[in-house]
Nanobody, 125 residues
Framework: QVQLVESWGGLVQAGGSLRLSCAAS????????MGWFRQAPGKERDFVVA????????RYAASVKGRFTISRDNAKNTVYLQMNSLKPEDTAEYYC??????????????????WGQGTQVTVSS
């Protein structure tokens, strides 16, 4: 059983930056593909970015490509999401997710078996 805990959401002005962290425990982190999703009030949970277990392969949603960067430190069992040039439309609850997948990535929420509790990101205009 994998537990995921997101940290470092918050309130930021448009154009600002935040760096989210997701700490994993209870599993072999280096065998898990990881992803970030977000959900705004009244909307579906949307894919943001995914990273393979090794960190070599990443995939971004078009809306965040060039502004967000995912990375992972397998020695620290942590995945990060660096968010730059934030926009008000980035406001959402951000969720970290994990799936046991030694190769490749996953971009569908239904692919993931483990989820964090979420961290709120609010971007003011």
């Amino acid at each position: 059983q994998v537990q995921l805990v997101e940290s470092w959401g918050g309130l930021v002005q448009a154009g600002g930056s935040l760096r989210l962290s997701c700490a994993a425990s209870g599993g072999s982190f280096s065998n898990y593909a990881m992803g970030w999703f977000r959900q705004a009030p009244g909307k579906e949970r949307d894919f943001v970015v995914a990273i393979s277990s090794s960190g070599i392969t990443t995939r971004y949603a078009a809306s965040v490509k060039g502004r967000f960067t995912i990375s992972r430190d397998n020695a620290k069992n942590t995945v990060y999401l660096q968010m730059n040039s934030l926009k008000p439309e980035d406001t959402a609850e951000y969720y970290c997710a994990a799936v046991g997948r030694p190769f490749g990535i996953a971009t569908l929420a239904s692919d993931y078996g483990y989820w964090g509790q979420g961290t709120q990101v609010t971007v003011s205009s």
